[in-house]
Structure formats: C-alpha cells, structure tokens
C-alpha cells in the first residue's frame, strides 16, 4: 500500500463508540542499548510468500494490559507493522515500533528463494514472568519495492511483552534504511515510534510518540491524529541495531495484589462459558460484576470461604470488573 495512513484510517472507522482519555498517560519511554538477537525458533505467522499488509489474530500466552485494556490477543494490522487491541467499546489501543509500510522482499523477485521476510513470535521464560516476543524479520518496504523494483533496504525488529512487570519493549535490529532513503525513497514519510491508547471513531486518542534523533529522541503527546501523523514531529533518523524503547509496565503493585489475593480468587482467568469465585475471607460478601460502562451484569453473595460459579456464555467477550462491598475488586477477561 502507498500510504499507511490508508489502512490505519479503515481500522479506526471500524470502532463505533468512542471512550474518554485516561486523566495521565501510564507510560513513559525510555532508551537503552542492548545487542539484537534474532528469534531462534519463532512460530511463523500463517502469512501467504509475498505478502503486504497481512491483518491477522496473534494469540498471547498470557493476558496482558496495554493501558486500561486487558487483552488476551491481538492484531497484526496497519500496512504490517501496527499490533492493536480492540476494547470492548469500540476504542483501539495500539503498538507501533516504527511507522513504515513494510512488505515481503520477496516480491522484489531478487532470484534467491531463501529471500524471504517473515513474521513470527515466541515465548520465553516461565510463569507469572514470561516474555512474549514478536518480530518482524528481513522486512522490505513497500514504496522501494513498489516503485523501483528492488529491495535493498531491509529492517528487522521485535516488540517485547513482559508478563510480570507489563512492560513494553521495541528492539530494533539491522537495518539498511538510511537518512537519505528517508527523503529519496520514502519521500519524507512521517517516521516514528508511538504507543496510542483509546483511539476513537473521532481520530482522537493520547498518542505518545517519539521525534528528533533516533537514539536520544523526545517523547511527545497529542490528541488528534491526523495532526500527529500529517503535522507533528517526527524522527529525523532510523533507530539504528542495539537501540531499544522502554515503557515502564501497568502492572498492579505488590501491595495491591496481596489485598486482592487474600480477598477473593477468580478461575479461570480469561474465562469463556464459567468462571469459579472463591471468596477467601471470613465474612460474608457481596458481588457484583461489573462491565466497563460500569453497569452492573450479575450481582450475588458469598458465604466466608465459599465458592460460586459463575455462569459468563451469554456475557459478550471484553473487560469486567467482578468487586465486593468491601472494595476488593479484580478485573475478568472474557473472551
């Protein structure tokens, strides 16, 4: 696709009722440099040789938050380079390591059949502090590709999910692209790296984006995205192999989780047709669940120590809140 723009602006048009911006941005990135190193044995998403703009499922092993958004999988979309969260109520959360329409080089027809780019995940490490990884490997870009027929620049990169602390990660690894195909090539298309949370059907969101120099860059807000994309700042170079982009996790403290632990257990946790509710105290207990509107689905009370099943086919998939009178409360992904 020529514009990235395009397919960004079909998957906002399908969310169908906006949500209100979150009072403070939970994120806040940082730069480290750390050697790339590529998935070993990733699992290939089902993608057909020669693809662009593959839009895809990408299942998560486990259920992570991107903002106030529990998401237990997402979607590959974009022009191939965007994962994004759909919530319950139409609004989009979304990661995008570096804005550029990417494509399989292999439509470059470069004579070696081995040439080919690919995108495939993995997980590492073991429960409740696995790493979910996703990369994008030997990637080509469209408008080299496209208008010139040959697939010289090349860029590769992961996107890190870490289950315990709910960090976030872009790594970026080798790259051809320079600072002259920037404006040759690309012609000056708008590069950067951005976390966008509670986009609307109205274009707006909170858009946390980085400009200005590629390995020390600003981290910028905006609301409107056409004025981001069309007239904000922008890289001014590629993040070059080793450069790395942290945002700090939404994970729930220590503190927080002990107080829910010892209150009441949910099982299992995303949930499809039952969910089991332990009440862990000694006394007795209102329930309510909650759906993210705040409207009240289900309502019940629980004897000290006792259990209730919960019964969640008829709930439509999305986020829950399930909390006592006493102010425990957890939150319930049904899927």
Avoid at 186 to 209: Q, T, V
Avoid at 302 to 315: G, I, K, M, Y
Wanted: with cysteine; glycine share 8%; aromatic share 12%.
């Amino acid at each position: 696709m020529d514009n990235n723009i395009k397919t960004c602006v079909a998957l906002i048009l399908s969310a169908t009722v906006s949500i209100s911006a979150q009072a403070q941005f939970p994120y806040e990135g940082s730069v480290f440099t750390e050697e790339y190193v590529s998935l070993q044995d990733p699992t290939l998403l089902d993608i057909d040789l020669g693809w662009d703009d593959p839009e895809l499922v990408v299942p998560l092993p486990f259920t992570f938050s991107i903002g106030e958004l529990q998401a237990f999988e997402m979607n590959l979309g974009g022009t191939g380079e965007m994962l994004f969260a759909m919530g319950e109520i139409g609004s989009m959360n979304i990661l995008w390591p570096l804005s550029l329409d990417v494509m399989d080089v292999s439509n470059a027809m470069t004579n070696d059949p081995e040439d080919v780019s690919t995108i495939g995940y993995q997980t590492e490490g073991n429960e409740p502090n696995r790493i979910f990884k996703i990369e994008w490997n030997n990637c080509g870009v469209y408008e080299e590709i496209d208008e010139l027929g040959t697939a010289d620049i090349r860029v590769n990169w992961q996107v890190w999910l870490h289950e315990g602390s709910g960090m976030i990660e872009y790594r970026f690894g080798p790259t051809t692209l320079t600072e002259e195909d920037l404006f040759s090539v690309l012609e000056g298309y708008p590069l950067s790296s951005a976390i966008i949370l509670n986009l609307d059907e109205g274009y707006s969101g909170e858009i946390y984006f980085a400009s200005g120099d590629a390995s020390s860059p600003s981290w910028s807000m905006d609301t409107d995205f056409y004025n981001w994309y069309y007239n904000g700042e922008s890289l001014t170079n590629v993040p070059q192999e080793g450069t790395g982009y942290r945002f700090n996790g939404t994970s729930t403290s220590s503190a927080e989780s002990e107080v829910v632990n010892n209150a009441f257990q949910l099982f299992p946790n995303p949930a499809s047709s039952t969910c089991v509710v332990s009440n862990l105290t000694e006394t007795e207990q209102q329930y309510s669940c909650l759906s993210v509107a705040g409207k009240i689905v289900d309502q019940w009370m629980l004897a000290p120590q006792a259990t209730q099943r919960l019964d969640v086919s008829e709930f439509a998939p999305g986020l829950y809140v399930i909390q006592t009178d006493q102010g425990a409360s957890q939150k319930l992904m049904i899927h």
